[in-house]
């Protein structure tokens, strides 16, 4: 992606020297540039969204500060490049991304746009590990039951007691709460449907109203609390 620039600064030499800059570096380009502060207010409030604009601060007929306020709605980036660091708290006051002090070394330059541009780059978030509900403990000492995740249908909630129901190995009592299994077996295959009851997603039939069958031919009432997030996984489900 090219990112837009514009380069306002009364003295033309400084101009070049960022031109040089942006020239060099392939994911920039320049759409204008401006040695008149007024004009350039004037026709950048007409352009479209403006990646970087860089702004000298000390001009004549408005100050790069003023022209700072107005312009920084409709850029990304606003980098100011003056010789003058005693204008670095007011400059930031304006909002600006950053503060470029001149002489300004390519190197500088450089760093200081990457490390901008590299603020806007989506974060790859390192997905969490599943916890897995895969066994529980058995009515004897040291025994244990497997259960395959895809083998149940729901968990339910009785007094103080849990239970896990499934196809084809009956119903095992497991003891934890209902929300550390919930917590256990994760949002992506299982949801809530009412204070004491989680279903697997998979095993849903059909539903009427306030009710959710599941394909083993048990019905569970869907409870006030938790019907939009039901019903919002529904239709983010639907077949259209």
Do not use: W
């Amino acid at each position: 992606m090219v990112n837009r620039c514009v380069l306002i600064d009364d003295e033309q030499y400084a101009i070049d020297a960022l031109t040089n800059y942006i020239e060099a570096m392939p994911n920039l380009a320049i759409v204008a540039t401006y040695t008149d502060p007024l004009l350039a207010l004037s026709e950048l409030n007409k352009q479209a969204q403006i990646d970087f604009i860089f702004l000298d601060i000390e001009m004549p007929g408005i100050s790069g500060l003023e022209l700072g306020k107005e312009l920084r709605e409709i850029c990304k980036f606003l980098i100011f490049t003056t010789g003058h660091p005693s204008y670095a708290v007011e400059a930031f006051d304006v909002k600006a991304d950053h503060y470029l002090l001149k002489p300004i070394t390519l190197s500088k330059f450089a760093l200081t746009i990457n490390k901008l541009l590299s603020q806007e780059e989506p974060k790859v978030k390192a997905k969490p590990e599943k916890r897995k509900l895969q066994f529980v403990k058995g009515d004897q000492k040291h025994s244990y039951h497997f259960i395959d995740e895809d083998n149940i249908t729901a968990i339910i909630a009785d007094r103080n007691n849990v239970y896990v129901h499934t196809l084809q190995d009956g119903v095992h009592e497991v003891r934890l709460s209902l929300s550390q299994v919930e917590s256990a077996l994760g949002e992506e295959s299982f949801i809530r449907i009412n204070k004491s009851t989680i279903i697997a997603k998979a095993q849903i039939r059909k539903t009427e109203g306030d009710k959710v069958m599941l394909k083993d031919g048990k019905t569970y009432v869907l409870g006030s609390i938790f019907k939009k997030a039901f019903l919002d996984f529904m239709q983010a489900n639907l077949l259209r």
